[in-house]
């Protein structure tokens, strides 16, 4: 009876998240170059105790021939600046990528929920593994967004059940000079 149950659940979160469509005609081309993560709303038990710690990251998103796309991100740690590269492999759907997650040792969908190319990208991570992992973020072409941008952001994280006080605007890093700050 419990696996029936698990499996009820995992059907009812995968067709919520079936109603997130990418990007209408997403041009990965134009999506291209330099992004700073401005905005991230997670609330994973592990990650809040860290919020505070949280500052924006500057990321190079790089196509490759294959519709693939390498992801260099540069964010500042208590360690200091921390470099990671991430391979996204492209579905058949544009906007929509898969990447694997050293972290959690799983697969993980990505969408280019909403784009605008020359300001702001919002971008949802979700899996549902042992629990459901959702992840919106934010990001932009330099390190001041508009509000109604921001807004944007909130309104879409809290749409996917996100609670308030997860929500992030983090300020910029200011001892990562690799990053470009």
Known sequence: ?????????????????????????????????KWYRVGLAYDSPSFAPY???????MGM???????NVNLTMWE????????NTHHYEATSVPGQFTYFS??????????????????YA???KHKVFNREYTQVALYARSL??????YQKYKAFALSRQLPRDSILT????????????
């Open 102 to 119: 050293t972290r959690h040792s799983i697969v993980k969908d990505i969408t280019v929920v909403d784009t605008n190319y020359s300001e």
């Open 1 to 33: 009876m419990g696996s029936t149950w698990l499996t009820v659940v995992m059907v009812m979160v995968m067709m919520a998240y079936a109603d997130v469509k990418p990007q209408k005609d997403f041009n990965l081309q134009r999506f291209a170059g």
């Open 122 to 124: 919002i971008v949802l």
């Open 51 to 57: 919020r505070h710690l949280l500052t924006a990251a």
């Open 61 to 67: 998103i790089t196509p490759l021939p294959n519709g």
């Open 170 to 181: 983090p300020g910029p890093a200011v001892s990562c000079p690799a990053s470009g700050y």
């Open 76 to 83: 500042q740690t208590p360690v200091g600046c921390v470099t």
């Open 144 to 149: 001041k967004v508009k509000n109604e941008v």
